[in-house]
């Protein structure tokens, strides 16, 4: 188990067929029973490197859950067996589950055509904060709704890491799910859908198979009809006019951190190179060693990534050095330079520095800041960039054990700062009302 990378059912990519073969995927077909006849496939949700996940019917609570299905072979289940133990210690840790993180409701194995395959039963969640960010346009989310997020992610991250021991090791957009969908009318509890109990009739083919094929048939189309519609638009005529901006208000920001595929314990670590390249601490870069400090380099990569639509770290590799030089680079060029101890002080770091603590072979840092880098590119009000940067800066520090913990970021007045809004600046144009509660207060008009 190391780096993982996963999508869901409704992004350009699918998991493809060739998965679907001995010791791979199990074809689930809508109505499809599981456990005895306890749950019911409704839809497909998502899809990871591992599993394929749907919305099931629980016939024995009358709720709908999220079943994962995991490929069959070996090293999968094994892997299944260990994202088991981590999530049944955080049910057990949290019997109100109000933890923001994702509840393991039930687990059985399941014996199919390509093989036996380990099923967990967690409850529904609803979208990705990728969605989210992608359902914005890649636009940055107002500051209000970014703390509303981090409070959640780091308050689960506070439960995983003081209250369990556990490092989750693979954070970023596409693992916290929002609790409802964005859209209502996909959301099976908001929508009233009634619950498909048996497999319908007349889809002989039916199944993963068919979806796959009709899906590429669509997604050709699509292409198709975009191409077309590029080249009016570039005739001059139609099609290439801006989206408009959509709001966000009325989603529930609410969110749970999930995919323990890759999570340990902070004493039994089993994979040096963990995490998601662009969420990637240095320390893993350098192989120093790591701990629930290199969620919260994760976490704040996050935090950025929300407030601006962009990814913080982008690295490429090029000509004469590799994506890890890239990527320390692009690090220093923004965050300063790596100290001279932590530079020269991981397993990897003779392949990246010289004894100087320098970059063999990138010579030339452009170096910036943060803060300037919110003001002259994403268009932050002066005040916003500072603000975000105190809190975000020192979960960026180079050296590890000098980042804070999830729960001191509880603390952080940036959390607990509200942006007032236009709107909201004329309804409290009184002023004394603004309840915000922090001493260096600043009445601001939100971005
Ligand atoms: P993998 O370990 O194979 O990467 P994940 O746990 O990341 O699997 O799940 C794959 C995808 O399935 C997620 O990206 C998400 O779209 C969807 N998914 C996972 N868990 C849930 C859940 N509890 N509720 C709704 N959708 C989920
Ligand atoms: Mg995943």
Same mark, same amino acid.
């Given at each position: 188990m190391s780096c993982s990378s996963s ?12 998965s679907?073969?001995?010791g791979g995927y ?12 306890? @749950? ?7 899809w990871g490197e591992f599993s ?16 994962k299905?995991q490929k069959s072979a070996p090293q999968f289940a094994q892997a299944a067996l260990h994202e088991i133990e981590v999530l049944s210690a955080i ?26 395959h380990l099923?967990m ?16 346009? @890649? ?19 506070? @439960?995983l ?5 556990i490092i989750h090791t693979d954070l970023k957009?596409e693992n ?81 951190v999930v995919d323990f595929g890759n999570a340990c314990w902070a004493d039994k670590q089993f994979a040096e190179e963990i995490q998601t390249r662009?969420y990637r601490s240095?320390?893993v870069?350098?192989q120093?060693?790591y701990s629930?400090?290199a969620d919260?380099?994760s ?38 330079? /790596?100290?001279?101890? /932590?530079? /020269? ?103």
């Amino acid at each position: 188990m190391s780096c993982s990378s996963s999508s869901s059912a409704s992004e350009d990519e699918d998991e493809g067929f060739d998965s679907y073969r001995k010791g791979g995927y199990h074809a689930v077909r809508v109505g499809d029973s599981f456990s005895g006849g306890r @749950y019911i496939a409704q839809r497909k949700l998502g899809w990871g490197e591992f599993s394929t996940v749907w919305l099931a019917y629980d016939t024995r609570s009358s709720e709908y859950v999220a079943l994962k299905i995991q490929k069959s072979a070996p090293q999968f289940a094994q892997a299944a067996l260990h994202e088991i133990e981590v999530l049944s210690a955080i049910a057990n840790g949290d019997s109100s589950n109000s933890k923001y993180v994702v509840r393991l409701i039930d687990h059985f194995k399941h014996a199919g055509p390509n093989g036996q395959h380990l099923c967990m039963v967690l409850e529904f969640l609803g979208d990705s904060l990728l969605r989210l960010v992608k359902y914005n346009r @890649y636009k940055g989310l107002e500051m209000n709704k970014v703390r509303e997020i981090c409070k959640c992610v780091l308050t689960g991250l506070d @439960y995983l890491h003081r209250g369990l021991g556990i490092i989750h090791t693979d954070l970023k957009l596409e693992n916290i799910l929002l609790l409802s969908t964005i859209n209502a009318t996909k959301d099976p509890i908001r929508s009233g859908m009634t619950p498909i109990l048996e497999r319908p009739e007349g889809n002989p083919n039916g199944g993963v198979t068919m979806n796959i094929i009709e899906k590429k048939l669509k997604q050709r189309a699509r292409r198709a009809a975009a191409r077309i519609s590029g080249r009016r638009a570039s005739m001059g005529g139609v099609g290439g006019t801006p989206k408009s901006n959509r709001s966000l208000d009325g989603i529930d920001l609410r969110c749970k951190v999930v995919d323990f595929g890759n999570a340990c314990w902070a004493d039994k670590q089993f994979a040096e190179e963990i995490q998601t390249r662009q969420y990637r601490s240095p320390e893993v870069i350098l192989q120093s060693g790591y701990s629930f400090s290199a969620d919260m380099w994760s976490f704040a990569c996050i935090a950025f990534e929300l407030a601006t639509g962009e990814m913080m770290f982008t690295p490429k590799g090029g000509q004469g050095f590799n994506e890890d030089e890239d990527h320390l680079a692009m690090m220093m060029e923004l965050l300063g330079k /790596i100290p001279r101890k /932590i530079a /020269i002080g991981g397993a990897r770091s003779k392949d990246y520095f010289d004894r100087h603590g320098d970059l063999k072979r990138i010579r030339r840092l452009k170096y910036g800041s943060l803060d300037k880098l919110l003001v002259d590119k994403f268009r932050f009000s002066e005040i916003d960039a500072h603000e975000f940067t105190e809190f975000l800066g020192p979960l960026l520090d180079f050296e590890p054990e000098k980042r804070p913990t999830a729960e001191q970021c509880l603390q952080h007045p940036w959390l607990n700062v509200k942006n007032l809004k236009k709107t909201e600046m004329k309804s409290e144009s009184g002023v004394e009302k603004v309840n915000v509660g922090m001493s260096k207060l600043q009445i601001k008009v939100g971005r």
